[in-house]
């Protein structure tokens, strides 16, 4: 999922092209990249088998499934003549998968892996889409989703503005762990999959959408109304995958908890979000997005199913 509001992006940061195997780190068998900041998103250089040049991609733990451009899959096919297809059901929609394309990053050959092909350009190159309306965008070649980020045991360092990936998806070695001033607070995936973290809100407790593709936390409006939250209308947010708008409103969201953490924050944004996710362990509360995870200076260890906020 990614949510956007419909405002004139521009680009935040753009960090070195480059990434490498770490050597002498505690994970010696790893892809370290940095993440680069393009409207507000967080996207990675990658270049698909037969492919000379690298695209950006968006790294979205929003995103169920991983996600390949129309014409992306044109050039594949013309490159690979012997690409395999075969069809899925995504979010109602019947759609081409293209297995065992292998991908490489940093210069690292990952594996093979399949990629469902997207044929909505607007919905998937949301810097392309016109209900965003970026005056500068640019290409993407698709979208490495939580599928994709499971299998190698991503770990997003956001202090380090880097991705590390496990070349060898058998590996099971963990990230180092933080200590002081951090929290160590559990996630988990459920079935679909998405990463769930659980946050107290006052007294009630409910699941929260971990979701690097929106740049927004979005908290739902359920809990609004369940803790009379004064508001003020602030814009509409899009949600490219099912191209829907849906009205925010501003407010203060008091008494809210991840772990230990007090996480409450003033001028949080509000929507109607809940018909929109299905399959948590407790009412869905909202989605957690980059914002709170830069403020948090958030260590985010899939492999560990360890969410570390500061």
Known sequence: MKARSIVVGTILAVAAFSCRISTGAPLSDTVQCPLTVLHGRLYLRAALQGQAQPSWWLVDTG????LVNADQARELGQSNPGTRGQVTIKGGRTLPVLKGIGINIAGQAMGSFDFVKYPFLGALDANRNSHVGYERPFHTGGVLGLN???QHQARFDFPAQ???LTVDSGSSEAGPTRSGAFTAVPIQLTATPRIEVLGLVGSRLYSFLIDTGSYRSVIDWKIKEANQIP??????????LVDKMVPTAMGDLQNFKLETLDVSKKFVEFARLAGSLLGFSHPFGGIIGEDFLWAHQANLDIGARTLYLK
Do not use: M
């Open 148 to 150: 994709f980020l499971v």
């Open 63 to 66: 995103s169920p499934w991983s």
């Open 162 to 164: 880097s991705l590390f």
């Open 231 to 240: 508001i003020r209308p602030s814009g509409i947010l899009y949600f490219g």
